[in-house]
């Protein structure tokens, strides 16, 4: 079974950055386009970035210009570098396959807070 582990979050000033990596447990990774999404409180888990097996990638408007996904293939990792951070990107940031109906096994999460 395929285990993903999300790491890197925290606490942040409005306009701060971080960056989210995530680990995947799996010979795949390589094959198969990945995404990070969040949820948070109250609302449904939304898509914000995607890369796709050629390292093509797009992000949700909310995001654009602010937040890149990127991935290292050899060591099965996608990263999300966060910057410019608001108030309204506090949630729990998850990754998984790029297509949600494909999803694997949700991680744990880790939890982005955007607050002065």
């Known amino acids: 079974q395929v285990q993903l582990v999300e790491s890197g979050g925290g606490l942040v000033q409005p306009g701060g950055s971080l960056r989210l990596s995530c680990a995947a447990s799996?010979?795949?990774?390589?094959?198969?386009?990945m995404g990070w999404y969040r949820q948070a409180p109250g609302k449904q888990r939304e898509l914000v970035a995607r890369?796709?097996?050629?390292?093509?990638?797009s992000s949700a408007d909310s995001v654009k210009g602010r937040f890149t996904i990127s991935r290292d293939n050899a060591k099965k990792m996608v990263y999300l570098q966060m910057n410019n951070l608001k108030p309204e990107d506090t949630a729990v940031y998850y990754c998984n396959r790029g297509i949600v109906t494909l999803a694997w096994p949700w991680g744990q999460g880790t939890q982005v807070t955007v607050s002065s």
């Open positions: 799996t010979n795949t990774f390589s094959r198969v386009a």
């Open positions: 890369i796709d097996s050629d390292g093509n990638t």
